[in-house]
């Protein structure tokens, strides 16, 4: 909606408001504008819409009048309840909860699956380990152990070695709690773990009968650059971890996924650590409303960022190349002889497109998202073309 007033104000249609129901083909109509169908912004950063508080009170009664949302009380019933039967089909476990935070479901379930046992297993660039406060180490009494400096994963060669050197570097037995794996990593730029290496990570976890976590924040993401089903890299984990804003439009949340036995201790869990929340059905409602269709939209954001950049790659002093073992983001690189600032400010206010502000080596990461099917190729592409 706001975008859409703005586009009203800024047009010369914002003369002609009684003709609002002529909007897309007046829009369509219109000559070498470039005008983006129905004002909507194309953002390349993120991982997918974020709305804005009216789009999103908008979107919710609309999803509420074609069938009416029911709400939770503390997470049960409701929306709440429908959003983790899905869940637990989508991922294949048993069963799944909802949760206020994604920091939560990651500690939660990496103390659930390690009990008393203490060294926990993580990638050094990995949300549990450099972005939780250290819950794991305060709250939990867990030592995280971290692999791979630098890297987006550890190999599983890595791990067998960093644990079975255990013996020789500390005298005293703590037992291994859990081995937890981000994947895409954020701190990575969203490269991934191949799925091969996942497999073999998994199978000897099993062969020494120790846990595995999935933070799959970004899980979706993955899937669509990898052709990965999201439920093939789920059977690899004990437990799953999938956010709810990142791509599927609620304004917070996250989804646990895992055995029975395991997501029943979570309420008493949840509520312990004060994040047991009354109502939490206006995040559960716009997952689950999100949901349907999310798998198609990522393979076609996918699609529609190549042809993108195939055509911007055309363009002199433009470079754009995917990241090896890469997602979503992309790096764009410019030649000196183009203004960074400029080409970001002419994008943003005259072609509705939203870049990141280039570093002083006139680089910038291009994030692939569902709202760059908002306007057709040709359409981003000329944008950079006349903003340059
Ligand atoms: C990989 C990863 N894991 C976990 C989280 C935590 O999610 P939340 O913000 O819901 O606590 C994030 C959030 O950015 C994340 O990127």
């Known amino acids: 909606m706001i975008n859409r ?56 009664q609309e999803i509420h009048a074609a069938n009416p949302i029911t709400k939770d009380r503390y997470g049960s019933g409701g929306a709440v309840e429908a ?15 909802y949760m206020a935070s994604g920091t939560m479901a990651n500690q939660l379930a990496i103390a659930a699956l390690s009990g008393e046992k203490s060294k926990v297993f993580v990638q050094d660039t990995s949300h549990v380990f450099r ?52 994947n895409p990593v954020r701190r990575s730029q969203g490269q991934m773990m191949p799925i091969g290496e996942i497999e073999k990570v998994s199978s000897y976890c099993k062969s020494k009968g120790i846990k595995l976590h999935l933070d799959g924040a970004r899980i979706y993401s993955a899937s669509a650059w990898s052709g990965v089903p999201i439920a093939k890299y789920a059977a690899h984990f004990d437990t799953v971890y999938i956010s709810l804003y990142k791509y599927l439009g609620a304004s917070a949340g996250a989804i646990l996924c895992g055995d029975k036995a395991l997501i029943d201790g979570m309420q008493h869990l949840m509520k312990v650590h004060g994040g047991s929340m009354y109502g939490n059905w206006t995040n559960a409602a716009m997952a689950l409303h999100r949901l349907d269709g999310v798998e198609q939209r990522m393979k076609e954001a996918k699609l529609r960022g190549e042809e993108v950049f195939v055509g911007l790659n055309k363009i002199d002093g433009i470079k754009v190349h995917l990241l090896k073992e890469g997602t979503n983001i992309y790096v764009l690189e410019l030649s000196k002889n183009i203004d960074g600032k400029k080409l970001q400010a002419s994008l943003n206010t005259k072609h509705n497109i939203r870049i990141g502000m280039p570093d002083k080596t006139n680089k910038v990461h291009l994030s692939v998202n569902e709202t760059l099917l908002y306007h057709p190729a040709s359409n981003v592409i000329n944008s950079f073309k006349q903003s340059i």
């Open 5 to 60: 007033r703005h586009f009203f104000k800024s047009s010369a249609l914002a003369a002609l408001p009684m003709a609002l129901p002529l909007l897309p083909n007046l829009a369509g109509a219109m000559p070498a504008a470039n005008v983006p169908p129905m004002g909507k912004t194309v953002k390349f950063f993120g991982d997918g819409e974020m709305f804005e508080p009216g789009d999103y009170i908008q979107l919710l």
């Open 83 to 97: 959003l983790e039967k899905k869940f637990a089909t989508i991922t294949g476990k048993q069963k799944a909860v």
């Open 131 to 182: 972005d939780e406060a250290d819950a794991a180490q305060s709250i939990f009494n867990k030592r995280l152990v971290p692999l791979a400096p630098g890297q987006a994963y550890f190999t599983a060669a890595q791990l067998q070695e960093a644990i079975e050197s255990l013996p020789e570097q500390e005298v005293f037995s703590t037992g291994i709690g859990a081995v937890s794996i981000e």
